[in-house]
């Protein structure tokens, strides 16, 4: 296989280190990647690289995105229409989804795959294991903030936002600080939003896995038991610390929304900054496991909440609710965007201005 | 050891239904099957593609007090009825007055014109403290045979489930206790025939039959394992009233052992035969079985602990 040269400086492009160089082709990465936004920005990017006289090729290399590949060929088409054909033409995107690989305009042929592999591997070891704690607590902060605006509950003070997220005064304030053209301050040093802050929604979506500690567990048996059945196992159980999430809890919040079928039980647990105990998976069925694997379907998915309250709502059959905040990102992580619109702008803060 | 027994596919509604016609009508009520034709037809019978690997039919003859009329009167109309005596491993010679009982040959029976399965006769114990066998003298027109009985074939005479032929069959969580409580250890006897082709241990093979019965339970009725507690509690409570709750303690130690990591080659005995017989259909691979396993601990036999505690 050809030399790899991770983190690379090139010629002529000032404070600019490539993802991966081989040779004069240039590769840039993109993981899990959600907003169109950031893949039309690396387009233009990609076409100012390529516009240096030592580079031949610059490959965007999408691993696991969550835009679809349709829309891919959209952007791409798009990219087509205003960068200039003799830097166009130099320029691809591989795609590996599932596992598989795909690419823009051509697929990687055999040479290369084990080249991009690698690449991503380098890409994905490098990225920090875990958020740090201020980042948490930004995260933490903003949730708390839409859970106020989407149930329409008006303004929150400082303290109670202390109270709720178990965060210090100053953590609060450059929480605050950081998205205050989406707040409304009032002279009671209240605030609320304005509006659904979807600048942050969109890099809290790309972290999402390492704000909520996601865990996933897939059968092992080959025959899984259903989420109605780990849920009601689940309700035997009779925690107070854990919540339903997911599909059920977006139907809970709004029944008449456009859901058929529960493909996965997605659960909330009020862990606070423990580490949360998942011991109980084993009585909800023996046959879960762990899993890591992007490509496998888990039949469970767990979320850690960290915050002081767990802004739980009560059930009536012995199990609480998540709140529709976390409700809505487990939407957007099963990649039902088009519901998780619909839910967003199903709440009295969305009425009248969909989003 | 005979060779391979090579079971058959067949049909449990229809074999269900053949041994029914060829029993007295008066004895019908007397008759409860158990084993895989009773778990063939629970699960799939109304499904006539589905069939059940096995070779024997086996006829549990109940209440006990009836057993010896009923079994008389059911061998000698199958006699009539031209069935024939199973000759295979050198058994089915008829005894006379001057045989000892622990000698006589059971009463098993090939239809006419078949030998792809026969029906065996068996009857309940006399009391909880038959836990051995116990072969008690039918005497028959052909000659004298046993009618044996065995320690918890009780408990596949609870609430035994009618069938529209007359004739009712055991339910699939009796018949589960008994093999779990038979073998509270794996042992070491093996099979007298070879199951496809191999030599199994009777323990996994029973225990075996328990995971089957448990997975078909699951894939009828998701979660319907958890119902099996009370049923097995009413069922002990019943036919074991005095001894019900030494019992309980035994009833999970068979498989707990069958389930653990050094003893996966036991394990791989159970699925053989599974896979061999009542889940021929379904393909099961060895994790299935094993997870089936922990889930049946979970659901049935935990519940049935604690139940027997705080009762």
């Known amino acids: 296989m050809k030399t790899i040269q991770f983190e690379c400086p090139i010629d002529n492009i000032p404070s600019f280190r490539a993802d991966a160089v081989v040779d004069d082709t240039v590769y840039e990465v993109l993981v899990e990647t959600r907003d169109a936004r950031r893949l039309r920005s690396a387009l233009m990017e990609m076409s100012r690289i390529a516009s240096s006289k030592k580079v031949n090729r610059v490959v965007l290399v999408l691993e696991e995105p969550s835009i679809t590949i349709s829309r891919l060929h959209g952007e791409w088409e798009g990219a087509a229409s205003v960068i200039q054909p003799d830097i166009f033409r130099r320029l691809s995107m591989m795609i590996r989804q599932a596992g598989k690989w795909s690419g823009i305009p051509a697929s990687p042929d055999d040479n290369e795959m084990p080249v991009l592999e690698e690449i991503i591997q380098h890409e994905i070891a490098r990225r920090p294991a875990s958020l740090n704690r201020s980042s948490e607590a930004h995260y933490d902060i903003l949730r708390i903030l839409i859970h106020q605006w989407l149930l329409g509950k008006g303004p929150i003070t400082v303290s109670s936002l202390m109270e709720i997220s178990g965060t210090s005064h100053p953590t609060v304030s450059r929480a605050l600080e950081r998205f205050d053209h989406y707040l409304k301050r009032h002279s009671d040093r209240s605030v609320e939003l304005r509006s659904f802050p979807r600048d942050e929604w969109t890099r809290l979506l790309a972290v999402s896995d390492d704000v909520r500690g996601t865990v996933r567990f897939a059968d092992r048996s080959g025959q899984a038991r259903s989420p109605e059945s780990l849920l009601r196992r689940l309700r035997q159980l009779q925690r107070q610390d854990i919540a339903v999430g997911g599909v059920l809890g977006a139907k809970h919040y709004q029944p008449p929304l456009d859901l058929v079928g529960n493909p996965r039980l997605d659960i909330s647990i009020h862990s606070g900054r423990k580490t949360a105990d998942l011991s109980f998976v084993e009585r909800l069925d023996p046959g879960l496991e762990k899993t890591v694997r992007r490509d496998e379907s888990p039949t469970l998915v767990i979320h850690a909440i960290r915050r002081a309250e767990s802004l739980f709502q009560p059930g009536e059959d012995g199990i609480p609710w998540a709140d529709p905040v976390e409700c809505l990102l487990d939407l957007h992580e099963m990649r039902l965007e088009s519901q998780a619109l619909e839910f967003l702008n199903s709440f009295p803060a969305t009425k009248g201005r969909p989003l | ?311």
Not at chain 2, 228 to 242: C, G, I, N
Request: glycine fraction near 6%.
């Open chain 2, 1 to 311: 050891m005979s060779q391979d027994a090579s079971a058959k596919l067949i049909s449990p509604s229809a074999v269900l239904k053949q041994v029914a016609e060829a029993i007295p009508e008066d004895f019908r009520q007397n008759i409860i099957i158990v084993g895989s034709l009773a778990a063939g037809y629970y699960f799939f019978g109304e499904n006539s593609k589905l069939q059940v690997r096995t070779k024997d039919v086996d006829c549990l003859l109940s209440p006990r007090i009836q057993a010896i009329p009923a079994g008389q009167a059911v061998a000698d109309r199958l006699f009539a009825e031209n069935w024939q005596l199973r000759a295979e491993g050198g058994w089915g010679k008829p005894g006379d007055a001057k045989t000892p009982d622990n000698q006589l040959s059971v009463v098993r029976l090939h239809p006419p014109g078949s030998t792809e399965w026969f029906i065996e006769l068996l009857t309940v114990p006399e009391s909880e403290n038959d836990l051995d066998r116990k072969d008690v003298r039918i005497v028959t027109s052909n000659g004298h045979f046993s009618l044996p009985s065995f320690g918890f074939l009780s408990l596949a005479e609870f609430q035994p489930i009618a069938t529209p032929f007359g004739i009712a069959i055991a339910r699939p969580e009796t018949m589960a206790l008994a093999n779990l409580l038979h073998h509270p250890a794996i042992g070491r006897e093996t099979m007298s025939s070879l199951i496809a082709g191999r030599s199994i241990k009777r323990s996994n093979k029973d225990l075996g039959r328990v995971l089957a019965l448990a997975r078909l339970a699951e894939a009828k009725e998701e979660d319907s394992l958890q119902k099996w507690p009370e049923v097995w509690a009413a069922a002990l409570q019943s036919r074991f009233p005095k001894s019900w709750r030494k019992l309980v303690p035994q009833v999970g130690t068979g498989l707990r052992q069958l389930l653990r990591p050094e003893n996966e080659a036991d394990l791989e005995e159970a699925h053989h035969t599974c896979a061999n017989g009542l889940l021929v259909s379904l393909s099961p691979t060895l994790k299935l079985l094993e997870v089936t396993g922990e889930r049946l601990i979970q659901d049935a036999i935990e519940p049935l602990e604690k139940l027997a505690q705080e009762s």
